[in-house]
């Protein structure tokens, strides 16, 4: 079946744009991770939801930072007033409810500030 | 969560067995170790977890030692496309959707022919 897909996969914007990711999970998975790796890291956790409730925005480096899943499905990261520390590939994972143990990835959005 | 310590990098024959370690000494008792690893540019994928007991799936076995202070990643033929960043995560299972991972930096495994 279909895996996690987030788009785009690369993202090129100026200082100070703002810019949204999209994150289509497994069909049916109830919690959705978003997460950041920066080049020669693991990746950093920004922030979970179940359902559409954001349980856990812990992880969101700044108040520029802002996720949402209003329909308990499609996920969008929004980064506003992007800075050049916002270079990263942010991955999105989704997670089953009977088995949250496993978390599947998708392949990440590049997104490079310049 | 326990913080987990692994080697940077490790090297191996393709078609011999790799064999990852992984310490995690101050593991609590309710605390499952993970492996997931990350295929160049893709997301990570996981692997397999085990509390205490030896595991085994269609990808690899885990060795948990007795004290479960360490524990071992075994690919047991490693091919071309076992080529990859391999992280060992300890973590508490909630048994249901919640529960973010700690990644740390994981071994890069290169599989040479």
């Known amino acids: 079946g279909a895996g996690v897909s987030q788009s785009p996969r690369y993202k090129v914007a100026k200082r100070g744009q703002d810019v949204a990711l999209r994150c289509d999970p497994i069909?049916?998975?109830?919690?959705l991770f978003w997460y950041q790796q920066a080049l020669g890291q693991g990746p950093e956790f920004l922030t979970y939801?179940?359902?559409?409730?954001?349980?856990?925005k812990s992880g969101l480096p700044s108040d520029r930072f802002f996720a949402e899943r209003p329909e308990g499905s499609v996920s969008t990261l929004k980064i506003q007033r992007t800075q050049q520390e916002d270079s990263a590939v942010y991955l999105c994972?989704?997670?089953?409810?009977?088995?949250?143990?496993?978390?599947?990835f998708g392949a990440g959005t590049r997104l490079s500030v310049l | 969560d326990a913080k987990t310590t692994q080697p940077p990098s490790m090297d191996c024959a393709e078609g011999r067995a790799a064999n990852l370690p992984c310490n995690h000494s101050?593991?609590?008792?309710?605390?499952?170790v993970y492996w997931y690893r990350q295929i160049h540019s893709q997301g990570p994928q996981y692997i397999i977890h085990?509390?205490?007991n030896n595991e085994t799936n269609e990808m690899a076995s885990l060795i948990i030692t007795e004290d479960r202070k360490s524990s071992t990643l075994i690919l047991p033929h490693a091919t071309l496309r076992d080529t990859a960043v391999y992280y060992c995560?300890?973590?508490?299972?909630?048994?249901?959707?919640?529960?973010?991972?700690?990644f740390g930096k994981g071994t890069k495994l290169s599989v040479k022919p």
């Open positions: 069909s049916g998975h109830v919690s």
């Open positions: 994972a989704s997670s089953p409810e009977q088995r949250g143990y496993i978390q599947y």
């Open positions: 939801f179940q359902n559409e409730a954001q349980l856990d």
């Open positions: 085990g509390l205490k």
């Open positions: 101050t593991i609590s008792g309710n605390e499952y």
């Open positions: 995560i300890v973590r508490v299972d909630y048994g249901g959707s919640q529960g973010n991972l700690i």
